[in-house]
């Protein structure tokens, strides 16, 4: 196969892979063992956590919600909010250290109180087998406080609830200095009678967070079961509700920065479920051991529950010291993980170094340069060659035009005479596209980098560049909508991608020239969208190849203009 049509195919295949992963890549699911099987939730053991029958009240904005009920304040270092003692529900949470818009000063504002137009709780309880009439808190419960009234890393709250049969029902809740809410739940039985319990913990959430759905990014329900990880779009879950049975893992519900998790207590076999109806989605689990409960005594559960910024520090320290399986996947780092995280921690460390994220992902840029350079002296000396060699492929061309074996004959002459292998200038491009996916993803996914400047008009990295050409880059007011706007780090990218196109042999056929001078405009089009973060590294990486590149020629004497 000649060269030109092996580059063709590798670009055109590097393009179809962004564009799939950007607009058609499904979310990984991991399908779990047989012992593991999904099923229907229809044994009869335990009972399920699903309940629609509470009719909603007309909805109030969310402050109204929040003054007109009793409450506990929460605080910590990292979220401010209270806990209803309607329910004894964990539903207004605030991010104290993110703010909504880039210098903004409105704070992150993450669950809702229920009946809210956002609601989005979490909720805790027990529930009793089918054929157990006993009087159980239910969401509109009110619950008393038991001494302390504001929850505090050193300050844990006690709520109490006397079902008035004979049952007390006690919540102790503890929180961390980041993101961990304890739930220690006891029933202590004062009645004559025994009674099966089954302690559940659930998440409600109303409607689906605003904004572009990319396929590269999963939102939406995920849960680690056994070893294997499960992700669930919100659309999957409205057409068919999903559950299964474990003995370890967690689950919740991800936005691309913020989570909330749920983890069962350790050695407790649970079925889960992930659940959609109108317009309200449930993560929930109930054990499905029963606790007896006997005349003077009491039973307990605890739950671990996760309010959470998805920092990458916080989320493994919780991963490792808690001993949760797989927390980290929380995150999601996608297909290239063992190269995705390592390169999160480079980064993160030369941020930290420099005190800039821009400058950050320009240092792993030239790192990564750095560490293929070997291959990419071998690639481009190819390229070179086979430049140099362009005349001659050529004449051949037009000397053999109606004898294509002839053609092919002499070309595998040439390139043995000339000792030039017309595949090996590629090989190295094709190692190094999973390191540019790792990238592309590890700087769309982390916290880390919103709302991080660079330096100039650049004020966010994890947003698109706020220029466009077709305003002048701002000299001109007026507003270009949001398809025109292509900003100045997208045109340059797409300037240094044609100059570098300029140094490599230029296809005989002139179809083929036309697609490869077509491909700096299609990507400047379609990076302009994307993370300004990703549009810096990708540019800098072609600076960073065209130096070598024409460093190279020269050595050979190549024309390179």
Request: aromatic share 14%; glycine share 4%.
């Amino acid at each position: 196969m000649e060269f030109k049509n092996v580059l063709l195919a590798i670009i055109l295949s590097t393009m179809v892979l962004i564009v799939w992963a950007v607009f058609f890549e499904a979310p990984i699911v991991d399908q779990t063992n047989s012992n593991n099987e999904i099923t229907k939730m229809e044994e009869k053991n335990s009972p399920s956590v699903d309940d629609d029958s509470k009719k909603v009240e007309s909805e109030i904005t969310r402050d109204e919600i929040v003054n007109k009920t009793k409450r506990i304040k929460i605080e910590n270092e990292n979220i401010k909010g209270s806990i209803s003692l309607e329910g004894a529900i964990i539903d207004d949470i605030i991010f104290k250290n993110y703010n909504e818009e880039l210098n903004g000063k409105d704070k992150v504002v993450f669950l809702s109180p229920k009946n809210s137009s956002r609601e989005y709780f979490v909720e805790s309880g027990w529930a009793a087998s089918g054929d157990e009439k006993v009087k159980l808190p239910l969401l509109d419960t009110i619950w008393e406080v038991k001494g302390n009234n504001t929850l505090t890393p050193n300050n844990p709250v006690t709520l109490e609830w006397n079902n008035g049969n004979g049952l007390i029902f006690t919540k102790k809740i503890e929180i961390d200095n980041k993101f961990l809410f304890k739930i220690t739940q006891n029933i202590k039985n004062k009645s004559n009678k025994a009674y099966q319990f089954y302690p559940y913990a659930q998440i409600t959430r109303r409607g689906i967070p605003e904004g572009m759905k990319i396929y590269i990014l999963h939102e939406g329900f995920l849960g680690v079961f056994g070893d294997e990880l499960q992700e669930k779009d919100y659309d999957d879950i409205e057409k068919e509700k999903f559950s299964i049975n474990s003995s370890k893992g967690w689950l919740g519900i991800t936005d691309k920065y913020w989570l909330t998790a749920i983890v069962p207590e350790k050695g407790k076999e649970f079925k889960a479920e992930f659940v959609a109806k109108n317009q309200k989605y449930r993560a929930n689990y109930i054990i499905k051991e029963a606790k007896i409960l006997n005349p003077g005594n009491s039973i307990s559960n605890s739950i671990n529950t996760f309010v959470a910024a998805k920092e990458v520090a916080v989320i493994d320290n919780y991963a490792e010291t808690l001993g949760i399986e797989k927390f980290d996947l929380t995150i999601d780092w996608g297909w290239f993980y063992f190269f995705t995280k390592p390169l999160f921690f480079v980064i993160d460390y030369f941020f930290k170094l420099t005190g800039n994220f821009g400058w950050a992902i320009v240092i792993i840029t030239a790192l990564v340069r750095l560490i293929f350079f070997p291959l990419a002296n071998y690639s481009f000396k190819s390229m070179a060659k086979m430049k140099i060699l362009q005349p001659e492929i050529i004449r051949l061309k037009e000397l053999h035009k109606d004898d294509k074996v002839k053609l092919q004959q002499d070309m595998m002459a040439l390139y043995k005479r000339e000792k030039v292998n017309p595949i090996s200038g590629c090989l190295p491009v094709l190692i190094q596209i999973p390191f540019f996916f790792a990238i592309y993803k590890m700087l769309y996914v982390t916290l880390e980098m919103r709302h991080q400047p660079f330096f100039g008009w650049i004020k966010d990295l994890s947003e698109r560049d706020p220029t466009s050409i077709f305003n002048l880059f701002g000299l001109i007011p007026w507003d270009p909508p949001t398809f025109l706007m292509i900003g100045a780090w997208p045109i340059l990218m797409g300037l240094s991608m044609w100059v570098q196109q300029k140094l490599n042999p230029t296809p005989p056929d002139p179809i083929q020239a036309k697609i490869f001078m077509f491909f700096p405009i299609f990507l400047t089009i379609i990076l302009a969208p994307f993370p300004s973060g990703l549009v810096v590294y990708w540019t800098v990486n072609n600076i960073l190849t065209i130096a070598q590149q024409w460093v190279i020629m020269r050595g050979t004497k190549v024309k390179t203009v």
